[in-house]
């Protein structure tokens, strides 16, 4: 069982920048996907940002590419996710997760995929223009 537990969330104006923590409670032997979803008011979860185990096959959502920056601190078991030049349309819900045993494909930044069987509990950003 791996647990993960989001911070770094919170109210920020837009062009401003935060950074999420996910720690973990351990990552897996072997392969996994891990990465950052989201929830905006109103719509379906949508993926972030996804990396493979040894740091690669980082992928973005179009919308974030340049702006977002995915992470990990192996030693430390935590995630991170760098946010910079915030817009209104980043505000949501965001999660960490990861799927054991699965290569990082561009399909999971469409929507939230079953591949990801262990989720944080969210925290929340809101970015006002």
């Known amino acids: 069982q791996v647990r993960l537990v989001e911070s770094g969330g919170g109210p920020v104006q837009a062009g401003g920048s935060l950074r999420l923590s996910c720690a973990v409670s351990?990552?897996?032997?072997?392969?996994?996907?891990v990465g950052w979803f989201r929830q905006p008011p109103g719509k379906e979860r949508e993926g972030v940002a996804v990396?493979?185990?040894?740091?690669?096959?980082?992928l973005y959502r179009n919308s974030v590419k340049g702006r977002f920056t995915i992470s990990k601190d192996d030693a430390k078991t935590t995630l991170y996710l760098e946010m910079r030049s915030l817009r209104s349309e980043d505000t949501a819900m965001y999660y960490c997760a990861l799927a054991p045993g699965k290569l990082c494909r561009n399909s999971y930044l469409q929507k939230a995929p079953e591949d990801f069987t262990f989720w944080g509990q969210g925290t929340q950003v809101t970015v006002s223009s």
């Open positions: 990396m493979e185990e040894d740091h690669t096959s980082l």
């Open positions: 351990r990552f897996p032997e072997g392969l996994y996907c």
